[in-house]
């Protein structure tokens, strides 16, 4: 039995090694909602799409956004009609999302319909929501100052200053303490750490539970650069380095092991004293042999 | 330059008819906004779309609902995730929802987004909902109480006894006045007297303005039984009798001509005795020869 705390991009690479090499039926994912809105009237859950068209085969995991193949009528047709929604949302995966709003509506919670979608499309691994309320993420920004994190992505191509991240407390979903009590090992996956995995983390007796555990972190940071998304700016903004010193510096209330890149091998020694038991191999994941090497390497396997 | 009162289903039979004798740049046409409410995320208008399609030959005018040829892909995808929508939703016509949907939370009025959205099909005429306000109506049962319009009309199926229908107050669209005194002729078209015509007419200053107006009605009634729809229930609610006789004194205080069928030869007196012009010809519109030739009747052309 595994937990991986996951985000929308890093993550579910992993996630894509792990499932070839452990039962996907032992596998939990808690995965952050903090960036979910609604869009275009629909419930825009995008981690957790992610997640679960991850497990299903489905995820176009060229931009580890939405689903392969998928269509584009309703999109098109808006474009004719004079609109280009912000985010590109194929047909399958906005029906996918307008389920999501009419299950809501219905009083059903987020992780019931989660449970509900996974299941339809076939995914055997759990997924859980790390909170069923609603959450906002604000980002501070020098230049524009507030704004919604969709706008900061995709509007402004993360291109402004970060003074300052804020999101909302939420309570835990009810399933979240106990999926980290229930497994062998905890995986932190290569997430940006201040957006998707902090999040997770600050609910109420998350950390309390992680001490407890084994948790594993692979660093989402090469040198200077992260993996991808606009890491190093969060990272700044919350006081810490933007490298995978700065991730020790963040995880290091509760982490047990530290994966970061072979390329960092000259910062070992430093993060050594942040976190002691810090190990080297390529977290670089391009092929389904990179993802299914790192995922070894990950779970010892 | 007519100004034509409608709902979504008989007054667009007889927009066919009149749209093939009259200049469409000539229409303008006033809809009935009480109806329109979010459903699955995306904000329904039925009966403007219902206009708009109509004007744009779009219409799927077996049911005055939807658009003719429209793909259900959406649609299909949620039955095969286990949600089934009340209202059958095509993939086109979902498109225009969503725009409005967006548009609206852009911060566009109603009014302005279908003025776009008509013009992008390509419609001469003009189409103003009554009120860019939200409005309600609800239709208060004997046996479930308060119900929504719609889960009165397609989750009841029009079988509950109706005991009231309430709807809200709602400021005029800016249009609304001036489309009405600029009129040559005000024709109010055979829909449901209570809850299609009658929230135009209850809005302030309407009926003061139709009172200085030629205003024509055509009855959409047949004898006993409405033409479409449950309008008789709607009509013993309010203590109007279900046939011509109850619209007429409805339409009393404004109206200066009443169409009503031939079948209905045996009330035309006592009709006579509420409004002095009234006259009989064929109101059944089955073909678009029928609707034609009541366009003339009621335009006198």
């Not at 084994?214 to 992260?226: D, K, R, T």
């Not at 970061?260 to 942040?274: A, G």
């Amino acid at each position: 039995m595994i937990t991986i705390l996951s985000g929308g991009t890093g993550t579910p690479k992993l996630i894509q090694g792990i499932k070839e090499i452990y039962p996907e039926e032992d596998i939990t994912v808690i995965v952050n909602t903090v960036e979910n809105e609604y869009f275009s009237g629909g419930y825009v859950a995008a981690d957790c799409d992610t997640v679960m068209y991850t497990f299903a085969d489905m995820i176009d995991d060229e931009f580890f956004y939405g689903i392969i193949g998928d269509t584009f009528k309703i999109r098109n047709i808006l474009i004719e009609m004079g609109t280009t929604e912000l985010l590109k949302i194929g047909d399958m995966d906005r029906a996918i999302k307008i389920q999501k709003t009419i299950l809501l509506e219905e009083g059903k919670t987020l992780s019931e319909i989660v449970e509900h979608q996974k299941n339809k499309l076939g995914v055997k691994a759990k997924i859980i929501p790390m909170s069923d309320e609603d959450s906002e993420i604000k980002i501070i920004t020098k230049e524009y100052g507030e704004l919604k994190f969709h706008d900061f992505l995709i509007k402004h191509q993360c291109e402004a200053e970060v003074v300052e991240v804020q999101y909302s407390d939420v309570k835990p979903s009810s399933g979240l303490i106990q999926a980290i009590e229930n497994a062998d090992k905890i995986i932190i996956g290569p997430s940006n750490p201040i957006t998707s995995i902090r999040p997770i983390i600050a609910i109420d007796g998350v950390e309390e539970a992680l001490k407890e555990k084994e948790v594993i972190a692979v660093s989402p940071f090469l040198g200077e650069g992260a993996f991808s998304g606009p890491a190093a700016k969060f990272m700044n903004a919350f006081g810490f380095e933007a490298s995978s010193i700065g991730v020790a510096e963040l995880y290091k209330p509760f982490l047990k092991r530290f994966i970061i890149d072979t390329k960092d091998e000259k910062m070992k020694e430093e993060i050594e004293k942040i976190i002691p038991n810090v190990q080297t191999t390529n977290t670089f994941m391009k092929t389904l042999e990179d993802k299914i090497n790192l995922a070894k390497f990950v779970l010892n396997e």
